[in-house]
């Protein structure tokens, strides 16, 4: 072997955040207070990163360390970003929508040592503060109730005792950097590691023309929690390339977030489907001209949605799709060239082309890979620099497959390395032998005027085996009926997909992240709690 004489630096974190706060100093971070904005410039967060880095250091945070924080979208979150990776410790990003046993849990498997929280929203933290193990000290953030944690340290006084200009050490690049747990819909939440080189890497990735084209001329209103996969990588990738940052803390509502890209102006956000239809059926004369990019992900985002965005904003909805093991960005939803306009809402609606650094495949149930044709089923599997290869200090074997992760999700894969997801293994309808995608059922569903959402799932059948049950939640004042959303599915869907029993629902449970939770639906059904109708 010749050996290179290019230079080896390690890649990570650090240097992306030295990059942006030179290069793009007097870039901004406006956090969102309800009435007001709070500014910083990249300069100023540097400095403060580097107080927060000195303190932590100060409090005996060491290399590997694990740090959490359990923090809106702010500025202060944003500092923690980068300060706790860049000094050697992992950053540990806490769900603040996790169950109080789930909370206690990540906390403890991941043995934090130090919490950065919002006193804001401190008295979820507080519920379970006697049940924490290793952590030794509790930052708090601005106003609120924090009398449940005990003895805490508030951050501005903290900060004070430092100066800026830290002085990082230089960390292996596969060191661990940050790490966010699943949000646990089956049994307890798993961890992902993710590295110094995956972030790295992955940044570059979100950037790229590819996926999302981001620059210093864009806004960055950042919707997706910074508890999240890291809010889509979104916090390392716009930082590196001198993006302003919009941090809307907890005013996510269609009203308050509406009045925020009005006075903002920002130009790319990244949201779940459910924050977007808050938007579009709450607040549709939002004034949404300055958006370029609307990324939408999380879970299947219906073409009606889409379609809705383009005619009610004139803002183009693409969607991406990945994991929280995926770090999380696999795969995004441009149209291919040649695509004739009247066929691209079609390619939009599929779940995504994949990206350059992933690899990916389709296995059957017994691991043989199935071609890429657009007609062949089976499980994806994907492979890369920025995909867990494992769960933090869980072995979960059955996750991995010949160093691949299998994701779960089931679909076909086009030719042209599109992926169309029909559904999550755990949610697909299997009726008389043939198999029902409970994702299109639901889209197909909320395409009609009268639904707000839609969440399909199989329930027993004496004759079939499975059955399809929809659960729709209707516009206010609609009087649709199931009879109606029956024939109106006739011709959208194959005829035996139509289901027979319907239920009509106030809301459809979420998870932690926004998705629709199908195991309470499914455990609604079994103990008769929901009002079910059947057709002939």
């Known amino acids: 072997m010749i050996t290179s004489t290019m230079q080896d630096r390690p890649l990570g974190i650090l240097p992306l955040f030295q990059h942006g706060r030179r290069v793009f100093a007097d870039s ?29 250091r100060r409090l005996g945070v060491g290399d590997g360390d694990r740090v959490g924080t359990f923090c809106w979208n702010n500025q202060h979150h944003l500092e923690a970003y980068f300060a706790i990776p860049c000094m050697g410790a992992i950053l540990h990003t ?21 919490i950065l929280v919002d006193a804001s929203i ?21 106003e609120g109730d924090t009398s449940g944690l005990g003895d805490t340290l508030e951050l501005e006084a903290v900060l004070a005792a430092e100066e800026a200009g830290y002085e990082y050490p230089e960390i292996d690049e ?66 590196m390339v001198g993006a302003d940052f919009v941090m809307p803390q907890q005013f996510l509502q269609a009203d308050p977030l509406g009045a925020l ?66 770090s999380p960005l696999a795969a995004v939803a441009w149209v ?31 691991g043989n890979e199935l071609p890429w044709d657009g007609e062949a089923v089976g499980e994806i599997e994907v492979a890369g620099p920025w995909i867990t290869g494992s769960y933090y200090r869980d072995a979960a074997e059955e996750k991995f497959h010949d160093g691949w992760l299998r994701t779960g999700d089931v679909g076909t894969i086009q030719p042209n390395g599109f992926v169309h997801l029909s559904d999550r293994a755990k949610d697909v309808i299997k009726s008389g032998g043939e198999w029902i995608s409970s994702v299109d059922l639901e889209n197909t569903l909320m395409a009609h005027e009268s639904v707000v959402e839609a969440a399909v799932i199989g329930v027993p059948d004496d004759r079939w085996d499975e059955r399809p049950l929809a659960c729709v939640v209707r516009k206010a004042g609609s ?47 079994s103990e008769g709690k929901l009002d079910v109708e059947a057709l002939e």
């Open 479 to 525: 009087a649709v009926s199931a009879a109606d959303l029956g024939t109106f599915l006739e011709g959208r869907v194959a005829k035996w997909w139509k289901p027979e029993r319907w239920a009509f629902i106030d809301e459809v449970p979420k998870t932690s992240v926004g998705k629709f939770d199908k195991k309470v639906l499914r455990a609604a059904f």
């Open 336 to 366: 291919p060239k040649g695509v004739p306009a009247g066929e691209a809402l079609t390619w939009r609606a599929r779940t995504g082309r994949v990206l350059p650094g992933v690899q990916m495949r389709l296995c059957d149930d017994d």
């Open 94 to 114: 806490l769900n603040i929508r996790l169950f109080p046993e789930q909370l206690a849990y990540v906390i403890n498997h991941a043995e934090d040592k130090v």
């Open 122 to 142: 401190a008295p979820l933290l507080a519920r379970v503060r006697d049940r924490l193990t290793t952590v030794e000290h509790i930052i708090t953030v601005g």
């Open 174 to 239: 596969r060191a661990g950097a940050a790490m966010c747990y699943t949000s646990g819909t089956t049994g307890n939440p798993k961890g992902v590691m993710y590295s110094h080189r995956s972030s790295y890497l992955h940044s570059f990735a979100v950037v790229g023309g590819h996926a999302f084209s981001l620059d210093e001329h864009d806004r960055l209103l950042l919707i997706v929690p910074m508890f999240h996969a890291n809010a889509w990588g979104l916090p390392y990738a716009g930082w």
């Open 261 to 326: 890209i009005e006075q903002t102006r920002p130009t790319f956000s990244g949201a779940v489907p459910t924050v977007l239809n808050d938007l579009l059926h709450n607040r549709p004369t939002t004034d949404m001209s300055s958006l370029r990019l609307l990324v939408c992900g999380g879970s299947a985002v219906p073409a009606s949605l889409m379609r809705a965005y383009d005619e009610t904003f004139g803002v183009t909805i693409v969607q991406g799709w990945g994991m929280t093991e995926t």
């Open 28 to 56: 901004k971070v406006l956090t969102c207070h309800g009435d007001s904005l709070q500014e910083a410039s990249f300069a100023e967060v540097g400095d403060r990163a580097d107080k927060l880095a000195a303190a932590l």
